[in-house]
């Protein structure tokens, strides 16, 4: 090779690594140009910690050991407190590969979930059933996990276990606490955001940054452990605003349908006291056509002029308010 053709293939090199960077430096989006910022639809981080100890694992109030592996089997999740919950069905507790994983695993067998997956518990039967509904026929959609799921749970079991999270009282699990900086996060392959080891701050930006109050017991599943969810100055009075009275305007008062408490009403779900990474998720969802079921006609109108700001705002009052 001479010099002048050596220096073009080094051209080719690097024009054909060009693509690849600009992937790599793009904010995680699931839909090309659709609004979802990657705070709200985690993906795992690219670098992950090393992992920790493999020896078995305890949750506070259970005399029960689990390791890892076997915290983090989906089609056979842990049950640390059987005394606290009615007899679950087997639809909860037990999976079949490769895509009816067992509800227990990502929401907890309290039902009360991750910023990731989402809160079940207390919800409606016939809400939780439609939902089941909805991603088995694609009206609602999500793309990570329960698309494939939902279309894989049959009706009957999809009731029982609508049954089974609907009768479970969902307790106080997240803190909203208004700041200007954050604990530096990275989220793992279970899309958990958790802090880095080595520690460190960042500014928080326009982001809620959700993570567990004691990251142990979350990764152990260990139902009864509760989120801290940071997000931007002022959010909580905005947000009060427009869910209260809609700010003029800008969205339509949310107690008119999900009651004053907003503890749900009917089939209109409950919507305090949810982590508010999922209820942004959700409220991008609407706008973006994600959840096109006939009960989510009613809140298109409510999302449509809301900007990123606000949905922060919105999730960040709501996540505040007691769950009951
Ligand atoms: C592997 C993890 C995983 C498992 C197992 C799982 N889910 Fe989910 N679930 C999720 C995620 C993630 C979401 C959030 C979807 C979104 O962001 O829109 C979710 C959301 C839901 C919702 C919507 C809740 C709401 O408030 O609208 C329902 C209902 C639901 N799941 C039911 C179930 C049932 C029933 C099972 C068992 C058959 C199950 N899930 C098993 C991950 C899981
Ligand atoms: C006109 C009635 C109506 C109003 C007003 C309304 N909602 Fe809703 N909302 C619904 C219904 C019905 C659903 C269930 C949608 C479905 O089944 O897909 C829902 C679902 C939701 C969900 C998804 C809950 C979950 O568990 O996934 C969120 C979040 C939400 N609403 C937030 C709000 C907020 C915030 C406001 C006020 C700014 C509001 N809603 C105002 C009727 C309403």
Redesign the pocket.
């Known amino acids: 090779m001479n010099r002048s053709s050596r220096r073009n293939f080094t051209w080719i090199l690097v024009l054909a690594a060009v693509p690849a960077l600009a992937i790599i430096a793009q904010p995680p989006q699931q839909n090309g140009s659709r609004n979802e910022p990657a705070w709200a639809f985690p993906t795992p981080s690219a670098t992950q910690p090393p992992d920790t100890d493999a020896g078995p694992k305890h949750v506070p109030g259970s005399s029960k050991a689990y390791t890892q592996a076997q915290i983090d089997d989906?089609l056979n999740p842990p049950d640390w407190l059987p005394d606290e919950h009615p007899a679950a069905p087997a639809?909860?507790t037990k999976?079949t590969a490769p895509d009816?994983?067992?509800?227990g695993?990502?929401?907890l067998m309290s039902g009360m979930g991750h910023a990731?997956?989402?809160?079940?518990a207390g919800?409606p039967a016939g809400y939780?059933a439609q939902?089941?509904a909805d991603f088995k026929s694609g009206d609602r959609k999500?793309p990570?996990?329960?698309t494939a799921?939902g279309k894989a749970?049959s009706p009957e079991?999809?009731k029982a276990?609508?049954d089974y999270f609907a009768a479970l009282k969902p307790i106080p699990w997240e803190k909203v606490v208004e700041a200007d900086t954050v604990p530096k996060t990275y989220l793992n392959k279970g899309r958990q955001r958790l802090p880095l080891p080595e520690g460190g701050t960042e500014p928080i930006g326009n982001r809620i940054i959700e993570m567990p109050d004691d990251p142990a017991r979350a990764l152990a599943r260990d139902p009864k452990s509760p989120f801290v969810s940071y997000v931007p100055k002022g959010s909580l009075a905005k947000g009060q605003a427009l869910v209260t009275t809609g700010d003029n305007g800008k969205t339509i008062p949310c107690g008119i349908c999900h009651g004053t408490a907003l503890t749900g009403v009917g089939d209109v779900?409950r919507i305090a006291g949810l982590s508010p990474v999922?209820i942004a998720?959700?409220l991008y969802?609407f706008q973006n056509g994600d959840r096109n079921g006939d009960a989510a006609e009613l809140m298109k109108p409510t999302v449509a002029s809301l900007k990123d700001d606000d949905i922060i705002a919105v999730a960040a009052y709501l996540a505040s308010r007691p769950p009951q």
């Open positions: 989906l639809v909860v999976g009816a994983l067992a509800c695993s990502c929401h990731e997956s989402s809160q079940l919800l939780i939902q089941m999500d990570a996990r329960m799921i749970i079991d999809a276990a609508a779900p999922y998720r959700q969802r």
